[in-house]
């Protein structure tokens, strides 16, 4: 082994002995199709994307180049430093919140006491939305009574008393749509508030 490694540190001198180049200039050396190291002063264009080696005048080896990497690779390494500044960029905030959450709450006690608060706040908004929906429904029941005496004469029902239905009928609708959000808005607390009550608990129990 260490009569081939004398061979191959003469053959290199030898070559860039012979290479013109300026006295500071090192040799490449790379791989042929036949897998047969071959230098000169400049890696072929056919060899150029594949690896190389950097060698001083005295044949040791300064610098070595790896293979051109392909465009899956490439494309692979976006990827993964796309992945790595996601990850990055989510730990960073998750830091912050639970610097908000320490600093907002002292006890279990208190996130649970805000939950139930707004989720009772919504629910007070709920009750009086349906108390106004049973006025309407009640106030709807009497003009569609109206609407139908007249009809049962025999006559057809005037356009305002016709428009005023079609009105309170769109109120009772928006109302229970009111209705459902606040309904949609407690679920989100509720998990929002359960979620930070989870993570308040590991923080704690963490320190």
């Keep these: ?39 000169g002063n400049a890696v072929p264009p056919e060899f150029a994307q594949q690896g190389h080696e950097t060698v001083s ?9 790896g293979a051109a990497k392909t465009m899956e690779e490439l494309k692979a390494e976006r990827e993964a430093a ?14 912050a919140y639970d610097r908000v959450l320490l600093d907002t709450f002292s006890t279990e006690d208190d996130p649970m006491m805000t939950r139930d608060g707004k989720v009772k706040q919504l ?17 709807l029941d009497r003009m ?3 609407a139908a005496e007249v009809e049962r004469n025999g006559e057809t029902p005037k356009d305002e008393l016709l428009s005023g239905i079609a009105s309170v009928r769109g109120q009772i609708s928006d109302n229970e749509k009111f209705i459902a959000n606040q309904k949609a808005e407690q679920a989100r607390i509720t998990a929002r508030f359960d979620a930070d009550i989870a993570r308040f608990r590991e923080l704690k129990g963490a320190r």
Excluded: F
């Design 123 to 139: 629910e007070s908004q709920i009750t009086l939305t349906r108390s106004h929906i049973d006025k309407l429904q009640a106030n």
């Design 82 to 95: 796309a992945e790595a500044r996601k990850a990055a960029a989510l730990a960073k905030e998750q830091a």
């Design 57 to 65: 005048n005295q044949g040791l080896t300064r610098e070595e180049q």
């Design 1 to 39: 082994m260490r009569h081939y490694s004398a061979i191959w540190v003469l053959t290199v001198l030898a070559i860039c002995t012979i290479v013109p180049h300026s006295a500071s200039a090192a040799c490449k050396c790379w791989k042929n199709n036949e897998g047969v190291r071959e230098c």
């Design 144 to 146: 569609m009574e109206r």
